[in-house]
Each structure stands twice: as C-alpha cells, then as structure tokens.
C-alpha cells in the first residue's frame, strides 16, 4: 500500500542464510534489525538543492523585486538635487511630445500588466474532510494479534513478530482495521478492495460536500490517488458515476506513489486550477488495506500489517478570488524531490511476491539512509522560500565557513530554526521511533510534534492521508489562528519526499464535523501512556 513505501520505516530485513533444520530446512532466514537512529541529514547540505529553492523564489518574486531596484536608482539620481533644479530638469529643461508620452505610458501599462499577468492564481482550501470508520471496525493491539490467530493465515513465529512490531510502533488501541482481512480465506480481491474503497472514499466526499453545500456537478477537476488498488474502471471514474458529476470534468486517478501522493495529487491539482478559471478541485487521498492485506511468512512483507489502517482524505480547492473570505487556508508552496534516478532510492521498496507467490512490499534495508538523504534534499530545496532572511544568513555563514576552511571549522553544521518558519507542523505519522528522529534532527518540540503523535496513535498510518487527519487534529485543538503557516511533510516510494506550505486566512474554530471530536480530550495525554 501507499504507506508501506514510506521511507523512514526504521527496520531493516537482514538475510541470515538457509534454515539448517527443523520444518523451515532448506527456507532462507531472515531476522529484523531496527535503526535506533536516522542518519543526520544536515551534516552535508547540496549547494544544488539550495541554489534549487532559490531559483523557484526569483522566478516568482522578478517582477517585485524589479520595483525596489528602480526605487533605489531614482532616488540616488535625484538626492543630490535641490527642489529648483528638479522642477527646472521637469518641467523647464524637459520636451515632451506625444510619441514619447505614449511610448512612456505603453511601457509602463505593459510592466503593470506583465506583473499582473505573471502571477500564479492563487489556490485556495475551502475545507476538507478525513472519514471516520464506524466503532465496530475498532481493534486494539492485543483483538489484532487475536483475531489473526484467529484468521488461521499465520504460524507462531508471524504472529510473534508482529506483536513485537506493534508494542513499540506508536499505535493505539482505537484503529479501525476491515473485518474483511481478518476472516479466513483470501481477502486481496477486486471485490472486497472496492467495498473498502466506497466505504471510506464516498464517506470522506459525502462529508466534505455537507460542510462546503456545493454540487458534484460544480466540481470541474478531479484527483484520487491511491497506491496500490488500481481498479478498471478508476476510482475517479467510480466517483464520477456515484455523484455524476459532469461529463466535461477533468478527472486523473494516480498510482503507485507512495504515502506521498497526497501531495503529489494537490500539485496536479494546483496546475489544472491555474490553466482552468473559475474552477472548484477536489482531491481525494487513500488507501485500500484490504487488498494490500499480507499473510506470508516473509517478515519484511509483514511490517505494513502493522502500520497501517483505513483511512481517506478528501479536499475542496479554489482558484476564484471571491471564494477567499469563505476558505480556510492559501496554498503557499509545494516541493518536490524524487531520488528516482539513483538506483538504491528506486529499488528501496518493491511490491513483489514471496516465495508462495504471495504479494506484499518488500522494504530494502537501504531505506532509512534513502529517506534521510530524500529528506535532507527537499527541506534544503524549501528552505530559501520559507525560512527568515536572518536565518538565511546563519545557515551561509556556517556553509561558507566549512567550504573554505573545511568541517573541521565548525564541528556541526548550522541547522536552520524551520519553528521559526511555522506555527504547525503535519509529519507524516509512520512511526513512533521515526517521529522521535525528525524531532531529534531538526530540533522540534513536543507540541511540533503533538499533531503527527496523536493521529498515529488515535488513527494509525492512514498512507497518504495521514497529514490532513493531522490538520484535523490542530482545527479540533483550535490551534490554527489567521496568518499561521502550517508544514505538510510526506514521503513515498520511488523514493520522493514533498512538502507543501499553507497560510490560514482566518482563526478555525472546532469544526461540527470532525474525526477527532469523540476523543480529543484524552489526547495529548495519551500519548505518553
């Protein structure tokens, strides 16, 4: 699934030769390693991806920052004279005809216009809704292990693991897992994939049209994304035909990218929104835990049993200027880094069959150092766009310092304050160990980190919608107040890591509809249980 391609998983499956003895003789032996600790990604910086994240702000600031440097060279022309010789160079020395006045006037209009018109449109969140399974679907740890003991689809040794697996992930007791997967015989089917996928999807859309009162047939662009259940017809094409929407929509349906699709999607989304006035986007995010179900004995396949549940996201995006005073949030930027071109970061995780030709996702013991460096490239790339100019000039300082003078200089590099930059921060909630490394590298705090712990343990690892279960959580705690800016940071296979930057528009309030609002007051309490 989606969120088994996640790169920060911190196992590792490490091959131990052929079983000697026993019923498993002549089987090749794994055993699992776990990482206590993610590489440290800001000990090198690539002038590249920062000389990346500047390029994108002079591409976007040219025409303002045109304005400043003529305000500067006119004013230095005329500081050195007095009031008489500027009224004489004006008004009595001058010589003015009708060609040059026009041509001045053309000019300056064509400036104006070439601002105006080379602005991007800007995009706007009107709301969005993540889906709630029903309480029958809960399970805590200790049903999970039961029920598939249960199921009869795992030996001892499995089931022992994934117990291990499941004490110290961070997950709670309230995640909502299909019955579906527990039940004897094959779960993995076309059939029971698309229950799942009209459970959660309709349910996330029904919700989100309630709060936002517009018609499908207003909609006019459409993104679903969702890693591994591809069905034909789509899942785009699925909704089309429950809320038949109109034929002219603009609809996409994207596979096989990972927990970070979520974001991914949203590009796609802001593109066709920049080409398409007047337009409303919704953008739906999930993953199927049905289809994805593994119940072979390969260890590194069974990991994703563990982390993930049933979950979707679905948002309503704007582009008309009028919509401003009823949205919640503007959409700042959207980085991307793909490491796809190297070999190791490509072949990190791979959906493949096991030896009983059981399909799962095999997780390369490669995959803590790709996603460290995948991570290291996208925040650098970010940084010059969101980060004060202040702490602009520390990071140089310390760069410049270990460039010319060698590392030997400055013992550890600077690493640029990004608290400063936002008020909230969405992480992806892959683990519990995973979480503990971000906060340790880029220095956050436990409330940075409130968001992203809480939805892990209350929701588990809902793949690509995980980081708006996390926005959730901040609109139920009030947390978001006007101007906020707030950090969505996701990864998948591939292997890309992708940001996105929202500004709230307004103060939200405790949403009527909301995931968390039957468990909010025992959260951030819970967890440290």
Known sequence: MAGAEHPLLSTEIVNRGIEPSGPDAGSPTFSVRVRRRLPDFLQSVNLRHVKLGYHYLINHAVYVTTIPVLVLVFSAEISSLNREEIWRRLWVEARYDLATVLAFVGMLVFSIS?????????????????????????????????????????????????????????????????????????????????????????????????????????????????????????????????????????????????????????????????????????????????????????????????????????????????????????????????????????????QEEDEDQKKGLTISRDLVEVGGQAL??????????????????????????????????????????????????????????????????????????????ATLHRFGNTSSSSIWYEMAYLEAKEKVRRGDRVWQLAFGSGFKCNSAVWRSLRRVKKPARNPWLDSLERYPAAIME
């Not at 459409?222 to 809320?243: D, E, G, K, Q, R």
């Open 114 to 350: 070439g601002y105006f018109m080379s602005r991007p449109r800007p995009i706007y969140l009107v709301d969005f809704a993540c889906y709630k399974p029903s309480d029958d679907l809960k399970m805590s740890k200790q049903e999970f292990i039961e029920q598939a003991r249960k199921s009869g689809k795992f030996d001892e040794p499995s089931l022992e693991f994934q117990q291990r697996i499941l004490k110290f992930s961070g997950i709670g007791d309230e995640t909502y897992v299909p019955k579906s997967v527990m039940a004897p015989g094959n779960c993995a089917t076309m059939k029971e994939g698309r229950e799942e996928a009209t459970a959660v999807i309709f349910g996330a859309m029904d919700e989100l049209f309630e709060k936002t009162r517009i018609r499908p047939k207003d909609v006019g662009i459409l993104v679903v994304n969702c890693s591994l259940f591809n069905p034909t017809p789509s899942l785009s094409a699925m909704i089309v035909n429950h809320y038949k929407m109109r034929s002219n929509i603009i609809s996409f349906n994207l596979g096989g990218m990972g927990c970070s699709a979520g974001i991914i999607a949203l590009d796609l989304a802001q593109d066709m929104l920049q080409s398409n006035p007047n337009n409303y986007a919704v953008v739906v995010s999930t993953e199927m835990v049905t289809f994805n179900w593994y119940t072979g004995r390969n260890r590194s396949m069974m990991i994703p049993n563990c982390y993930f549940r049933m979950g979707c996201s679905a948002l309503l995006l704007s582009n008309r200027r009028r919509d401003r005073r009823l949205a919640k949030y503007k959409l700042e930027h959207i980085v991307r880094t793909h490491k796809g071109a190297d070999d190791r970061s490509f072949r990190c995780v791979i």
């Open 376 to 453: 290291k490239a996208n925040i650098t790339t970010l940084g010059p766009l969101v980060l004060p100019f202040s702490e602009q000039l520390i990071f140089f300082a310390t760069l410049a310092t270990r460039f010319l003078f060698g590392a030997g200089e400055v013992s550890k590099p600077y690493i640029p304050d990004y608290k400063l930059a936002f008020e909230h921060f969405c992480i992806q909630a892959a683990s519990k160990s995973v979480l503990a490394e971000l906060q340790r590298n880029l220095e956050l705090t436990d409330d940075n980190l409130e968001a992203a712990r």
